[in-house]
């Protein structure tokens, strides 16, 4: 199910939150994991046996993973922390890369089947967030859950199951037991989760029109503006896009109770490509520093080996953004830049205005986009190519009617990607406030709806995450 | 904020979400829906194997069910055309928005990519016949009202399909260049992609100077019956703001001598003793569905008084508002439309002793049409 759509918006939604304030307390996550489990079977029933497989691994895991710490056995409990780790990556690896492998190997001329698999909605999402709970178990970092139900309600969660933020069993455990509800948690995810929608809906949605145009564009008859302004598009709809997913995540978490993280914090104002990874996707930074790059040694190591750390890493990130070789090089070209960051130009950067700074961080990250978004190799290059001057010249009419046509929106979506409004927001009287917030709030609400309804285009970037 | 106004914003808010999802499953789903001009999808209860096999059907049926049942459906897709045109948008929904304050709505052309193919079936139909065949391609309204049209926008007509389409003409059929035969503030309707009786009037005399040498010069006044058409532009569009267009006939409904008899073939079986017009479709949405009654396979119209012999009209519904016209100057005219008509063309010809071969489509037809291999059988 996809949160932007009139059926979940008006139906699953107020089915969800009417039926969970009607029960006791102690059914509540129960009722969760119904509609959870609803929830992440409505686009392909049978996963749902999957799913549940995935639960029921990885509890059990934990379960044996604390006996025998309890006993003393640490080789068993490393024993059941690898087959479970890796039971999890086979998963995954099955589900969302054999494809590629696969079809790779085809190319080499070998026969090895495809399967044509459906990539399992939101699979790198609770992978992710399940694999690692019982190394939790095991460095004594959390507690087992009372009981499967909370455990299973964790792990399929829906606000967050298939776009994130990643949250680790250890962060929500407590949450997982008892949380409290009140008008006041619920009125400020209502906020949240419409300044999410309208991120997704108004702005990603609309801007995204934009990025087809020229994704669509023959390589030939890219111009040098008309490329930019495509990722420029891009940049903005994939950053809303995601963001408003994790808003909307995070505002029906409180709805329900929950607290969830931020998951960016405006990250086209980084001043360095190392900077975008600390505001970017921040749960998915974290995830990979805590489970890869300090298990790997971290940088308290060799300048080599730091940098095969960073290597592996970013090849990782890369690759788990989708199935395909792009994302990969994608990776490796932060890891690249990283690098070049960490040994040299930080100190370079240091010392130059902010807006240098500015410019440079928006310069990399745009460029990474259209190694991101264009995943024919022979199309990337011609994009690259027009982006960096070598196109069908500086601009032409198709430009100029773009332009014109998206300026305005364009506008509001680079204002609405700093901090302007949040700091204007808070420099006006509460009163006014308090006018404003119901107004805005409906407005929001009935301009996403009129979006929704109107359009067969919405499309949905995090399906092949 | 305080308890109280957060219970305020809590309720405001599910009174939206509940409000509208309790109207949905409560008020009684619509068939059809006049301002999209289709039908829409209705709830079909869940079988096992539409939830689990036929990849998930009743969840995808289901899906298309919610949006086009969703209360103030029409309301809403407004309030987004009006939206997308305050925020400085030049189009929505494929829809440009004329320069005229977004009044003249143009439904966006992309040119074809196999022309010389779609050309060399009416080449093929010219080498097939004995009788002679004549071609014309009405240019889009992108094209004749240019001026009008957002500036640079993209997905217009350029003229080059006429002309490129001229250049891989064969011998066997005589190209009529349309390109430059419209002119004037009404030949097109504003909320729709069809010509105006004004404009099937000026298509009319380019195409009678061409294979006739003479036209029926008109001097009666042309009669406006209809001041409420929404065409089908409109309808993509959304565009609540547009003035409607008017509609008008020219040549009485049977003729100026009276005689004149149409002949429908809706369904394959003749109905006789139509006219030109269909009124009772004044009172539908598809209003332009007046003309000759709307889409069907075969049309036969006879005027006993007019002078010339018998023209074959292979055509879209651009010709339903043309075929009046042409009615003054041939004893009959027969409309083949090939969408729904799978005749034999030759055999055709050959039974009704045919005397003359119009090819006639749209431009944007002509570029999207899949029946135009039949040309060549």
Known sequence: MVFSTPYFLFLYLPAVLFLYYISPLKFRNFILLIFNLLFYGWGEPVYILLMIF?????YFAGIIVHRCKVRGNDKGARWAVGISLGLNLAILFFFKYWVLVASTLQGFGLNVPTFDLVLPIGISFYTFQTMTYPVDIYRGDAEL?????????FVTLFPQLIAGPIIKYKELADQMASRTHSPEKFASGVQIFIVGLGKKVLLANNIGQLWDVYLATPGAELTTLGAWLGILAFSLQLYFDFSGYSDMAVGMGRMLGFEFLENFNYPYLAKSATEFWRRWHISLGSWFREYLYIPLGGNRVKAGRLVFNLFVVWACTGLWHGASWNFLLWGLYFFVIIVFERFFFSRVLKKLPGWVGHIYGLFIVMVGWA????????AMGLYLKAMFGMGAGLLDGDFLYYLRSYLPILVIAILAATPLAKTLWYKAPVRARQVAIPVLALAGLALATAYLVDGTYNPFLYFRF | MSKKYSIFITVLFCLFIFGFGIALLVLPDREFSEQENRYLTQFEAPTLDSVFGEEGKFMTDFEKYVNDQFPLRDQWIQLKAWSERLSGKQENNKVYFGTDGQQTLFAQYTKPTDLAQRVNYVNQLGANLDVPVYFGLIPDKTWVWADRLPDHAPLADDGSTIRDAQALMSGDVNFIDLSDALHGEDVFYRTDHHWTTMGAYQGYTALMSAMNGSFTLLDSEPTLVSDSFYGTTWSSAGAGWVKPDEMYTW?????????TTVTRYPEGLPIEGCTLYDRSKLEVKDKYSMFLG?????????????QGGKLLVIRDSYADSLAPFLSLDYQEVHLFDLRYNRTSLKQYVADNGIDQVLVLYSSSNFSTDANLFLLGF
Do not use: H, M
Request: aromatic share 10%.
């Open chain 1, 54 to 58: 995935t639960i029921v691994l990885d």
């Open chain 1, 145 to 153: 859950p009372k009981n499967l139900i909370n455990f299973g309600t």
């Open chain 1, 371 to 378: 190694l991101f978004a264009v995943e024919d190799f022979s």
């Open chain 2, 251 to 259: 040549v009485p409904d049977n003729g100026f001598t009276g005689n």
């Open chain 2, 294 to 306: 709307g889409n069907q396979g075969l049309c036969v119209i006879q005027n006993p008084d007019a």
